[in-house]
């Protein structure tokens, strides 16, 4: 398997404009989340999906943020409009819910720069 | 309200020696730990982890120690190498309220040959 894979790898845009991020988790997964990386608040859980259901969207910031899940094999995060404290690295994750064991599989994170 | 913390932003070790990486948690319900390994532009990569009913795990160099009474847990890397410098994550969770991670905000550690 090619792991979870993310796109793109960077993004600049200016502020207000309408940023998509792009998630293809690892086939057989049925847990998928979305985490933010910045300098003051570290890897934070923005959303978290469980058979592409939303289950906790308490770490999403504001309603410029929304994610979907239409399928197994496909997520994105939007924010509308974007503002530059948005800038930062985004990573979607996923892994196999089974017992109790929670490993997740990172990829390789979106680098957004908002100008 | 960090729940997962890592006390110590970086550690510098010399090669061959033991790298000791502590974290501490303030949630009693997480049951499931974790340490991830994270390059520069790459996404974290899981590295070794811990369930709450043991209070050790090896594999290879690494081991995880989990002290519950204390709420704290370490990795221990013996013997360190120059590629094992990265950052260092903690992270926990809750397996019954979703298998989500709470991460800690890491360690950097710096291997010097």
């Known amino acids: 398997d090619a792991g979870v894979i993310q796109s793109p790898r960077h993004e600049v845009t200016e502020m207000g404009q309408e940023v998509t991020l792009r998630c293809k988790p690892i086939s057989g997964h049925n847990s998928l989340f979305w985490y933010r990386q910045t300098m003051m608040r570290g890897l934070e859980l923005l959303i978290y999906?469980?058979?592409?259901?939303?289950?906790?969207d308490s770490g999403m910031p504001e309603d410029r943020f929304s994610a979907k899940m239409p399928n197994a094999s496909f997520s994105t995060l939007k924010i509308q409009p974007s503002e530059p404290r948005d800038s930062a690295v985004y990573f979607c994750?996923?892994?196999?819910?089974?017992?109790?064991?929670?490993?997740?599989?990172f990829g390789q994170g979106t680098r957004l720069t908002v100008v | 309200d960090q729940q997962v913390k890592q006390n110590s932003p970086s550690l510098s070790v010399q090669e061959g020696r033991i790298s000791i990486l502590n974290c501490d948690y303030t949630n009693s319900m997480f049951d499931y730990f974790l340490w991830y390994k994270k390059y520069p532009a790459e996404g974290p990569t899981f590295l070794i982890s811990i369930s709450s009913i043991k209070d050790k795990n090896e594999d290879g160099r690494f081991t995880v120690f989990l002290n519950k009474s204390a709420k704290h847990l370490s990795l221990h890397i013996v013997p360190s190498q120059p590629g094992d410098s990265a950052v260092y994550f903690c992270?926990?969770?809750?397996?019954?309220?979703?298998?989500?991670?709470?991460f800690g905000g890491g360690t950097r550690l710096m291997v010097k040959p």
């Open positions: 994750a996923s892994s196999l819910r089974q017992g109790k064991n929670t490993e997740a599989f």
């Open positions: 999906f469980n058979n592409n259901v939303p289950i906790d």
């Open positions: 992270a926990a969770s809750d397996s019954n309220a979703g298998n989500m991670l709470t």
